[in-house]
């Protein structure tokens, strides 16, 4: 609590600062104060989205121009009022970036950012060209912002709402990544199986974060337009949009106040070396932009988080989440299917990579109330019947019932809300988010509240039961210690239990653990047995992938054996055990 206060406190000087900085300074340095507040709220969209989200867009500045550009001809050719330009600006760009989004979103790797190139140079050269926005030459003669009487004429009149509009943004901002979409945002960076698998419908949360992105660049281009009152295509180009990358990343490439601070010192930067260079040098040019390349590379390989991280050190960190999970209501609970009735019947489910026959029909079922053991030697196709069965990498034949429904055409969120939970072989955590905020995305679908809800806080209710049924789950893993470390730093056994933790945050039917004991010593296996039996007892279905034959034999109420992707036995334990084929395939004919 002390600290919180003691980060409410510096929050509270640095706005003292800036509301009396335009009375201190002289025009050159509030001008360029406002500049930086105009570019920081770019900024502050690709944090979002390229830092947290992982989607790099080089486009950002065509989004400015929109803006820019809605209300410059709104206001001059049709008289409308800059007040109704901001939102029919918002309103041009959130369809831009719709429709921009759902055609780019899809590429990935480095298609992306091409894509967001293409289109960036698109719309520069419409600004450029559209007769009616004045082409090259642009549009003049815009009015100025009046707020009640007052006519914003003045640097410093604007001043105090470019900096409101920013400091409310970032706030917004850090409300939003710091909430069940937030999370889903957040976890995109880690790839979308382990997102979608828990739900998150990841298209979704990509489209928002880069139409959210797409509005505040559009907000700091009606800005603009009101304080410069003029535009032409120049500041919405390319190079511009690289730059409003290099501010995010130079600041802190998943830190809102990296926005400000990248914004802060490129601008000065940028200022300083235009005026020192060509002195220097003795001649003119634009070295600065040699500066800042070298300048990236630097940043890149040395601070890959940019530069904020450095500063965070002297800055007391955020008491997290402790206050909120405690004393919550506990989260609504599915009704479970009776046991012993058949939770999940798999009948010739085959899956070809290629000429590679990973899963050749196998059949099988799983009730209520009871664990299945999947055995059988390394590439037997174990895990490629989990991927098949959750929906993460579809069966290339073959039917998946759960619940006595169809689900092998669903996509793996559509299973996940039915009731089926998995953990992965290859950890899927978010390594630098902490472990109670990563279980926590097990319980995405347990929430409702949008985003908007979250950017004002108006869901911390639902959010503390989140956050509390992630507690619960971790407490009952053993994990409640190691709660709010980062889930990067726990060695690779107990991070297994953190997915098995999650998996439960996500009220499952049906657990798929896929190797859930490797790593684990002597005792902490005995602990996962318990919990399974207990799990077990309370009526959820667990399949289950493992090695270790003690650990199977003792805790399996059936087990199928698998080899060259063909079931080759199945049955009790014992039977198993005893079959004479498993002996061979296992034990290569050993005794
Ligand atoms: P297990 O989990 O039983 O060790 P896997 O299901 O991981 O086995 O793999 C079964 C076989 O399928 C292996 O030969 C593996 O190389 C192959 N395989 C798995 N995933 C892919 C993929 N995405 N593309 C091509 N081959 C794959
Ligand atoms: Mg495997």
């Not at 501010?247 to 300083?272: D, E, R």
């Not at 599915?334 to 010739?348: I, K």
Request: with cysteine; hydrophobic share 50%.
């Amino acid at each position: 609590m002390k600290r919180s206060l003691h980060s409410t406190l510096l929050l509270l000087l640095f706005i003292a600062a800036l509301a009396i900085a335009p009375l201190l300074l002289p025009e050159f340095y509030v001008t360029l104060l406002n500049y930086i507040g105009l570019y920081a709220i770019v900024a502050l969209g690709l944090v979002m989205l390229t830092g947290v989200g992982g989607l790099t867009s080089f486009g950002q500045a065509a989004f400015v121009g929109l803006g820019a550009y809605t209300s410059a001809y709104l206001t001059t050719v049709h008289g409308v009022s800059p007040w109704l330009t901001l939102p029919a600006g918002l309103l041009v760009t959130a369809v831009v970036a719709l429709s921009l989004g759902l055609v780019t979103l899809r590429l990935s790797g480095h298609f992306l950012p091409l894509g967001t190139i293409a289109w960036g140079m698109s719309l520069y050269y419409l600004f450029g060209n559209l007769d009616a926005l004045g082409g090259h030459t642009g549009i003049s003669g815009i009015p100025p912002l009046r707020l009640l009487d007052l006519e914003l004429k003045s640097g410093r009149e604007f001043f105090y709402l470019i900096w409101t509009v920013l400091l409310v943004l970032v706030l917004a901002t850090r409300n939003l990544l710091d909430s069940r979409e937030g999370r889903a945002i957040r976890a995109l960076k880690g790839g979308s199986v382990m997102a979608e698998a828990m739900g998150v419908n990841t298209p979704r949360s990509k489209i928002v974060v880069f139409t959210v992105a797409a509005l505040y660049a559009s907000v700091s281009g009606w800005l603009y337009a009101h304080l410069q009152r003029f535009v032409n295509p120049t500041p919405f180009s390319l190079t511009q949009g690289i730059e409003y990358l290099f501010m995010a990343v130079v600041g802190g490439v998943s830190h809102v106040w990296g926005a400000i601070l990248g914004a802060g010192l490129i601008t000065v930067l940028k200022q300083w070396l235009q005026d020192w260079l060509p002195r220097l040098l003795g001649q003119s040019g634009n070295f600065e932009i040699i500066v800042f390349g070298l300048l990236m590379i630097f940043v890149l390989h040395r601070a890959r988080d940019g530069l904020w991280p450095m500063l965070q050190r002297f800055f007391p960190q955020q008491v997290l989440l402790r206050m909120q999970a405690e004393g919550a209501a506990p989260l609504a609970r599915r009704v479970q299917p009776e046991v012993g009735s058949v939770l999940l019947e798999v009948q010739d489910a085959s899956k070809h990579f290629g000429g590679l026959v990973a899963n050749d029909r196998v059949s099988f079922k799983v009730r209520a109330g009871e664990v299945m053991a999947l055995i059988g030697p390394n590439g037997a196709g174990k895990s490629t019947l989990f991927n098949g069965i959750s929906g993460v990498d579809p069966l290339t034949s073959g039917s998946v019932s759960f619940r006595g429904e169809r689900v092998e055409y669903l996509p793996a969120r559509e299973i996940a809300r039915r009731g089926m939970s998995r953990t992965f072989q290859h950890v899927r955590l978010l390594p630098a988010m902490s472990v109670i905020e990563n279980v926590a995305i097990g319980a995405h679908l347990r929430g409702r509240k949008s985003f908007v809800a979250a950017a004002c806080r108006s869901e911390r209710a639902e959010e503390a039961r989140l956050l509390h049924e992630a507690a619960l789950q971790l407490e009952r893993c053993g994990l409640a210690e190691q709660m709010y470390e980062a889930a990067g730093s726990l060695p690779l056994g107990k991070q297994r239990i953190v997915e098995i933790a999650r998996a439960l945050a996500a009220d499952p039917c049906l657990l798929l653990l896929d190797e859930p004991a490797a790593g684990l010593r002597y005792l902490e296996k005995q602990s996962l047995a318990g919990l399974l039996r207990r799990l077990r007892a309370e009526g959820i279905g667990i399949l289950l992938v493992e090695h270790d034959m003690d650990f199977v034999m003792g805790l399996a109420d059936r087990v199928l054996v698998m080899e060259f992707g063909q079931k080759l036995a199945s049955g009790l334990p014992e039977e198993v055990q005893r079959n004479p084929a498993v002996i061979e395939a296992y034990l290569g004919g050993v005794e």
